[in-house]
């Protein structure tokens, strides 16, 4: 049977978790003489809950099985989400209901998406606020509570999995809390050094801290309307480009860099697929900007990397508007949503291991089908990758597609044109932001009906939790106890 004793326990955490983040907004309000009692009054309900919960639960049972793992993983991205949100609702922006649940889904899955029409008009708290639902959402708050609450007594290792993106068995610690610990260590560490960069790049130390938070995410909430473009600093776009790319980087091969062990990054079939695959659409990209534009060439060469690089990682900066290039271009940034940054990043989107062991796979079925008796092992990172996980990853792309058609479905029936339903739903689905419909690059979600803006959003947690996360709990065989 599910032990749901054992999951009100870790909701209480994790509330109580969510609304010591909000005392940090609150703080930045008063300090800029704000009006802090909605997000005081939002913490505090955060706060009360989530003691009670915890206190409630902490004598019961407290096994923790994989059934457990994914109803509390669903379930705390949803209460993030409703708690969350309750700071806008209450604040004086007069956003409504479907609006703040958009928003902070949008944070919390880190995919970027804003339906705010005059950002810098919110005041700095929320803003914040805003900022720091997606570093919460990057590498996933139920990551945070493993690695610093080891002695709740849960399995720690069935929320790592069903949690943390892509599929990947790396580890830097045979103890999942201390790796847990030591990609959080990574994390902070990230975001420090690049707030840092950007206050020394001449962004104020608000906006700093609030565009390292979504870099370092890959969520992309920017606290100006015109997202990085409005600093036009060449050092900044510069310091964004590499914080993103890293931020798309597995991070355990970030730990593994850190630590010396610089051959192992080499060997990784995804990582050199990532690295190339970016290197190599941002120089193709750059040619027809260099065309159109009539700017020189390292201009041309960062508007397109800067591009490339955050769509691929899904952090959704924009710093130019890339559908007017032509179709061509309009094209290919349509088709960067379907991929995704590497296996154990912040990314959201397919990841790059599956498209390399689905397209390894391929090729191998041409040998495979003139030599029917061989035996052809796919190899990736040289090991050989079971059947189990090809047929995981093929299932994956087939559900992933299905999501995507049906999901434009809906949208297109609720009214809107082609492009911008194939564009929003394979935006929220990746986790990317900018789409090239109606929401393109220097656009927003605003103009979506409440139902469509709920829509979006459960398409957004779909993707960022991984399609098979929250749909194995709409099976029957999910909750028959033999």
Known sequence: MIHFKAIGKIMGALLFLLGSFMLAAAAISWYYQ??????????????????????????????????????????????????????????????????????????LTTTGATVLTDIEAMPKGLLFWRSMTQWIGG?????????????????GIELFVAES???????????????????????????????????????????????????????????????????????????AIVFMFLAGVNFTLLYFGLVGQFKRILRNDEFKTYASVMLLISVAVAIPIYMHSGS??????????FQVVSVITTTGFITDDYTQYGTGVSFTFFMLLFLGGC??????????????????????????IVHPRAIVPLIINGERVTGRIINNIMNFLLIYLLTFVVGAMIMSMLGYDLATSLGSVATCLGNVGPEIGM????????????????????????????????????????????
């Not at 920017?222 to 060449?234: E, G, I, V």
């Not at 020189?296 to 990397?305: G, N, V």
């Not at 154990?344 to 041409?366: C, P, Q």
Request: glycine share 8%.
């Open 34 to 107: 704000e009006d802090s009692s909605q997000i005081l009054i939002s913490a505090a309900i955060s706060l009360f809950i989530g003691l009670a919960l915890f206190f409630f639960f902490s004598k019961q049972d407290q096994l923790v099985r994989k059934r457990e793992g994914y109803m509390i993983v669903t379930l705390s991205w949803l209460l993030m989400t409703i708690f969350g949100m309750i700071p806008f609702v209450l604040s004086d922006q007069v956003m409504s209901v479907p609006d703040a649940f958009f928003e902070t889904i949008s944070g």
């Open 165 to 239: 993106p892509g599929p990947t068995s790396d580890k830097v610690h045979p103890r999942i809390s201390e790796t847990a610990k030591r990609l959080w260590y990574i994390y902070v560490g990230m975001t420090i050094v690049c707030a840092l960069l950007y206050w020394a790049g001449g962004m104020t130390l608000f906006d700093a801290v609030n565009h390292s938070f979504a870099t370092v995410a890959t969520g992309g909430f920017s606290t100006k309307n015109s997202s990085l473009a409005f600093f036009d600093s060449a050092f900044i776009e510069y310091v």
């Open 343 to 368: 296996a154990g990043s912040t990314s959201g989107g397919i990841k790059f291991v599956r498209h390399t062991v689905f397209l390894k796979n391929s090729w191998l079925e041409f040998k495979r």
């Open 139 to 155: 590498l996933g708050i139920i990551v945070l509570t493993v690695a610093i609450f080891p002695l709740l007594g849960i399995g």
């Open 439 to 482: 929401a393109g690059p220097i656009a927003n979600f605003s103009f979506f009906s409440p139902a469509a803006k709920i829509v979006l959003a459960v398409i957004m947690l779909l993707g960022r939790l991984e399609l098979f996360t929250i749909l194995i709990l709409f099976t029957p065989f999910f909750w028959r106890y033999n």
């Open 296 to 305: 020189d060439l390292e201009l041309s060469f960062r508007k397109s990397a």
